[in-house]
C-alpha cells in the first residue's frame, strides 16, 4: 500500500486539506500520515473539531512574535525529521504558506515526489502577497504533481515551462470542504460566540456586511484606511450589522482596538476568530463580505455573496473576470464607495451576487486522488 504524507500549518491549508485528508483515510489504496507545523495553533485545533479529525503529528512550531525566518528553520528541522521517519511515497502540500513552501522543500531534500495543491496562482509580484508569491513560486519548482484549481492556473503553470502532463485542472479543495460544512450548519446551526441570541434576533432580516482582515502587506496604514473606512460606513449605515471576527496577530488587533472598539459605532460588532463553521454560518447570512483573504473569494460566490477585495491585487482573478469579486485596496474613498454601492445599488449588488463560482463543482478531492493513483502506480 503506497502511503501518501500531508503537510499542513494554517487554518486555510487545514479546511482545504480536510476533505483530502478524509477520502484518504477512507481509502483502501493508500495509508494517509497527516503532520500539521502548527503555524496556526488555536485556529487549526478548530478546523480539527469541525471536520472531526486530527493530525498524526503535530510539530507545534507556533511562537510568540515568531519571525519568518525562524518560522522556516524550525519548520524544515521538524518536517525533515518526520519525513525521515515516515519514508512517504509521495507527499502533499497546499497552498501559499510557509509550511507548504518547507513541506515541498523537505520532501525534495529527501527525494519524495511532491503535489502541490492549488498550484498555478499567481499576481506576477512578489510583493503582493507577501511573502505568500514567492511561496508558492518557490513550492512549484519542487512540485512534480501540480493540482491547478483553474485552467488560468494551468495557464500560468504552462508560461513557466511546467509539463502539461503533470498539471491536473481539479478545481478548488474549498468548495469540497464548503459543502461538507453547509451540510453541518443546516442540520444544526451553530452558536456565534460574541454575539448574544438578542443580537441576533433583533437583527434577524437586517443588512450585515462580514469582514476579514490578515494580511501582512496591510499592517500598518492599509489596517489604519481599513478601519476608518469600516467606522465612517458604520455611521453612515445606522441600519446595517458590521461584524468583525478580529485575527490574533497583534499588528491587526492594535488598529481595529484603537479605531472601532473605541468608536460610538453601536452597530459594529468586534468578536474573536470564528471557528469555521460558526463563520461558514455568518458568511451564509451575511449580505456581502469585505475582506483580504483569499479563501473567501472562492468560498462566498458559491453562497452568492459579492466580496469587496482589500487588497490591491489578486492570485484569483477568475472571480474578478466573473464579477463576483471587485478589487478595493485598502483605499478609504474605494472601500467607502463600493461598500455604499452595494448598500444601496439593487442592480449593482445582483450583478455580483449571481454570478457563477468559478472555482469548481466541490468534486476536487475526488480528481486529486484519482491523479495520485495513476501517478503512483506508475511508479
Not at 496591510?218 to 473606512?229: L, P, R, V
Given at each position: 500500500m503506497k502511503k501518501i504524507a500531508l503537510i499542513f500549518g494554517t487554518r486555510p491549508e487545514a479546511i482545504k486539506f480536510a476533505p483530502v485528508v478524509l477520502a484518504l483515510r477512507?481509502?483502501?489504496?493508500?495509508?494517509?500520515?497527516?503532520?500539521?507545523?502548527?503555524?496556526?495553533?488555536?485556529?487549526?485545533?478548530q478546523v480539527f473539531d469541525a471536520f472531526d479529525f486530527k493530525p498524526d503529528a503535530?510539530?507545534?512550531?507556533?511562537k510568540p512574535n515568531q519571525t519568518l525566518a525562524g518560522l522556516t528553520a524550525r519548520a524544515i528541522e521538524g518536517l525533515d525529521a518526520w519525513?525521515?521517519?515516515?519514508?512517504?511515497?509521495?507527499?502533499?502540500?497546499?497552498?501559499?504558506?510557509?509550511?507548504?513552501?518547507?513541506?515541498?522543500?523537505?520532501?525534495?531534500?529527501?527525494?519524495?515526489?511532491?503535489?502541490?495543491?492549488?498550484?498555478?496562482?499567481?499576481?506576477?509580484?512578489?510583493?503582493?502577497?507577501?511573502?505568500?508569491?514567492?511561496?508558492?513560486?518557490?513550492?512549484?519548482?519542487?512540485?512534480t504533481l501540480?493540482?491547478?484549481?483553474?485552467?488560468?492556473?494551468?495557464?500560468?503553470l504552462l508560461k513557466e515551462s511546467v509539463p502539461g502532463d503533470r498539471i491536473f485542472v481539479t478545481g478548488n479543495t474549498v468548495i469540497d470542504a464548503l459543502h461538507l460544512a453547509l451540510k453541518k450548519v443546516t442540520a444544526q446551526p451553530p452558536e456565534i460566540p460574541g454575539l448574544p441570541a438578542d443580537v441576533l434576533a433583533s437583527w434577524k432580516d437586517a443588512p450585515m456586511v462580514l469582514i476579514t482582515g490578515h494580511r501582512r502587506e496591510?499592517?500598518?496604514?492599509?489596517?489604519?484606511?481599513?478601519?476608518?473606512?469600516i467606522a465612517a460606513c458604520a455611521a453612515k449605515f445606522p441600519a446595517v450589522r458590521f461584524v468583525y471576527p478580529v485575527h490574533l496577530n497583534p499588528n491587526v488587533r492594535e488598529p481595529?482596538?484603537?479605531?472601532?472598539?473605541?468608536?460610538?459605532?453601536?452597530?459594529?460588532?468586534?468578536?474573536?476568530?470564528?471557528?469555521?463553521?460558526?463563520?461558514v454560518a455568518m458568511m451564509n447570512r451575511a449580505t456581502f463580505i469585505l475582506t483580504d483573504s483569499g479563501g473567501v473569494q472562492e468560498e462566498a460566490p458559491s453562497l452568492g455573496k459579492p466580496v469587496l477585495v482589500m487588497r490591491d491585487t489578486t492570485e484569483r482573478p477568475e472571480a474578478v473576470t466573473a464579477g463576483t469579486v471587485k478589487l478595493v485596496g485598502t483605499d478609504y474613498d474605494a472601500i467607502v464607495l463600493e461598500t455604499s454601492k452595494l448598500l444601496t445599488d439593487k442592480t449593482a449588488f445582483d450583478q455580483m451576487a449571481r454570478a457563477e463560482n468559478p472555482y469548481g463543482?466541490?468534486?476536487?478531492?475526488?480528481?486529486?486522488?484519482?491523479?495520485?493513483?495513476?501517478?503512483?502506480?506508475?511508479?
Open positions: 477512507q481509502s483502501k489504496t493508500f495509508e494517509c500520515r497527516v503532520c500539521a507545523t502548527g503555524q496556526h495553533k488555536e485556529m487549526l485545533d503535530n510539530l507545534n512550531l507556533m519525513l525521515a521517519d515516515e519514508k512517504p511515497d509521495l507527499v502533499l502540500v497546499q497552498g501559499d504558506t510557509t509550511t507548504a513552501f518547507c513541506g515541498a522543500l523537505t520532501a525534495f531534500y529527501r527525494r519524495a515526489p511532491v503535489g502541490h495543491i492549488e498550484a498555478g496562482l499567481r499576481t506576477w509580484n512578489l510583493q503582493s502577497p507577501w511573502p505568500e508569491e514567492a511561496n508558492r513560486v518557490l513550492a512549484t519548482r519542487l512540485t501540480h493540482f491547478a484549481p483553474t485552467l488560468s492556473s494551468r495557464e500560468n496591510n499592517f500598518g496604514g492599509g489596517f489604519e484606511n481599513i478601519c476608518k473606512a481595529v482596538q484603537r479605531i472601532l472598539a473605541a468608536g460610538s459605532q453601536k452597530n459594529v460588532h468586534l468578536i474573536e476568530p470564528l471557528a469555521y463553521l460558526p463563520f463543482d466541490g468534486k476536487a478531492t475526488a480528481r486529486i486522488i484519482s491523479a495520485c493513483e495513476s501517478f503512483l502506480g506508475a511508479v
